[in-house]
């Protein structure tokens, strides 16, 4: 049983910053991708944010040079660190755990709402 624990999110002015934090405890095996999923109404769940056992990252094209993802292997959490945030990054935020043997893992997921 592995469970995914997030906190941040809430309600932020256009311009301003959020941080999302993601916690992962249990069973887990060897992890090789942390990350962050969106899903805003109406739409599809999508990658923000992934970062692999290799130190790579990869972005949503939408949040490149506004959004940096991090994270703590020896701590097994991931953090995302929203910048110039935009009505348009109003969702609800996931974290997402992968492992070696290809089992993947979704936190509850926290909303951020970004509007004036």
């Known amino acids: 049983q592995v469970q995914l624990v997030e906190s941040g999110g809430g309600l932020e002015q256009p311009g301003g910053s959020l941080r999302l934090s993601c916690a992962a405890s249990g069973s887990i095996f060897s992890i090789t991708a942390m990350g962050w999923y969106r899903q805003a109404p109406r739409k599809e769940r999508a990658l923000v944010a992934i970062?692999?056992?290799?130190?790579?990252?990869n972005y949503a094209d939408s949040v490149k040079g506004r959004f940096t993802i991090s994270r703590d292997v020896a701590k097994n959490t991931v953090a995302l660190q929203m910048n110039s945030l935009k009505p348009e990054d109003t969702a609800v935020y996931y974290c997402y755990v992968r492992d070696s043997r290809g089992f993947q893992y979704w936190g509850r997921g926290t909303q951020v709402t970004v509007s004036s």
């Open positions: 970062t692999t056992s290799d130190s790579s990252t």
